[in-house]
């Protein structure tokens, strides 16, 4: 006869560095141990900084002040996050009229969205040029004809900004390469003035040029090369009427700040003699670490002789972007680095940074073999019901998740306004006095009770 039990109420917290280089301080972890502990039996759910964001979009500012951004939603299109952009009187890169239809919902102004998408349906078309979305990108002669044969239809002219493919350098270190599938393929100066030619004859005025590098989480390497070829682009174009009067730098950009190579590649659009409007398309570069992901452990087994743990996430919901991304946490031993019980009991690291654990896996919620979110992991002891906190889930975690298997993952968004620099401050600070508070109970106030 099976003995009857209750559900086991204690529970215990694990901070995951995710793809965040910073630790949680002290008090951004009690903060996430009480959005945890409002419902221990939740579905995973994010917690999104908006300190982080904010704090991004200014250095971004300060650094190239030149150069409007328009946030690509498709990195992460929560609504706090979005608002968070609007508030700092930035673009929108849209490239789908679902992701229009979300902005224009939100009170973005049109003139504030580029719809950056060179392949588009017709109705599609016709819905933002009604919505007074003008400003869009090509690189084909066909889109040119769906565009030009929308805008007699609707007495509107689109502003076009012609895509140029740009061969990325050191592409292996890239998660996404855009060459092989977008941007016009032009090999010489030659072949730009007879495409420009080509596209006059057509009776098309272009507005601009367009490139995307690469997309990683350490950026691309390609930004002068690409400017470099934007600017002939430019000068070409305009010997045959073209406007020519913006150049969008797409994205490309890391998903950390912004590094010496990068701003000096980009230095050449300042002041350019040229004279033309700069704009630029990053996503993760405001999103990457602007969200952790807070999971449950559903399931413990022996597999192999492996220590395996099932979550209520995974590669279909929040964990694409292991897929979509190139995220790895295979054979990574640094992940973990903090341990809470449900009774605020902190267990910290030994002081090197991380806690000791056994090599095991991590598998996704759904019943999909493939559903493996890392096979090999240094992970500490855990139990059905603990929980685990993953920093730097923001770009394309919860914009690509799905209902595969019938399944709804992150169901809750939190919004915390966390501070940053403290928080670093704060870090340093603890990491000196790990020795004193192991194993200590915290206060509400955070301070030793």
């Excluded at 979300?102 to 588009?120: F, M, T």
């Excluded at 066909?142 to 350098?169: A, D, F, N």
């Excluded at 002891?381 to 914009?399: A, L, P």
Aim: hydrophobic letters at 35%; charged letters at 25%.
């Amino acid at each position: 006869m099976l003995s009857k039990t209750s559900p086991r109420s204690f529970y215990s917290t694990l901070f995951m560095r995710g793809t965040d280089s910073q630790h949680l301080s002290l008090t951004a972890q009690r903060r996430f141990l009480s959005f945890v502990e409002a419902d221990p039996q939740s579905s995973s759910f994010l917690i999104y900084n908006s300190g982080y964001t904010t704090r991004k979009i200014q250095t971004w500012k300060r650094t190239l002040p030149w150069i409007k951004p328009f946030y690509a939603m498709k990195s992460n299109p929560i609504t706090p996050l979005i608002q968070d952009v609007m508030k700092c009187n930035l673009g929108f890169d849209c490239a789908s009229k679902g992701e229009i239809q979300k902005a224009l919902n939100l009170g973005i102004n049109s003139n504030n969205i580029v719809y950056s998408n060179p392949i588009k349906e017709e109705k599609d078309i016709k819905f933002a040029m009604r919505n007074d979305i003008l400003l869009t990108t090509a690189d084909t002669l066909e889109e040119l004809q769906k565009i030009q044969k929308m805008q007699e239809s609707l007495k509107t002219e689109m502003k076009v900004l012609w895509r140029i493919s740009i061969k990325e350098e050191d592409s292996e270190k890239l998660a996404t390469v855009f060459s092989n599938k977008f941007g016009d393929d032009i090999k010489n100066l030659q072949e730009i003035k007879q495409k420009f030619q080509q596209i006059k004859n057509m009776g098309i005025t272009l507005h601009g040029i367009h490139f995307h590098c690469g997309s990683g989480q350490h950026g691309s390497s390609s930004f002068k090369k690409a400017v470099d070829m934007a600017r002939a682009c430019i000068t070409i174009g305009r010997q045959f009427g073209h406007k020519m009067e913006i150049l969008d730098l797409g994205g490309g950009f890391p998903a950390g700040e912004l590094n010496e190579r990068i701003i000096s590649s980009l230095q050449a659009t300042q002041n350019d003699p040229l004279g033309y409007q700069v704009i630029a398309e990053p996503g993760r570069h405001f999103s990457s670490n602007s969200c952790s992901l807070a999971v449950r452990i559903l399931g413990k087994r022996v597999k192999n002789n492996r220590l395996c743990y099932h979550v209520n996430d995974g590669l279909y919901h929040s964990f694409n972007c292991v897929l979509m991304d190139g995220v790895s946490f295979e054979g990574q031993s640094d992940q973990f680095y903090q341990k809470w019980n449900s009774e605020k009991d902190a267990v910290f690291s030994n002081g090197n940074g991380k806690m000791e654990g056994t090599f095991g896996s991590l598998f996704g919620m759904t019943c999909d073999g493939l559903d493996v979110i890392c096979k090999n992991l240094q992970i500490p002891e855990m139990e059905v019901g603990d929980w685990i906190i993953v920093g730097g889930m923001g770009s394309y975690t919860y914009g690509p998740k799905s209902a595969f298997n019938g399944m709804q993952a992150l169901k809750k968004i939190v919004a915390w306004k966390g501070e940053i620099e403290d928080m670093q401050e704060e870090t340093r600070e603890s990491e000196k006095e790990i020795g004193v508070f192991r194993g200590q109970k915290f206060g509400v106030d955070g301070k030793l009770s």
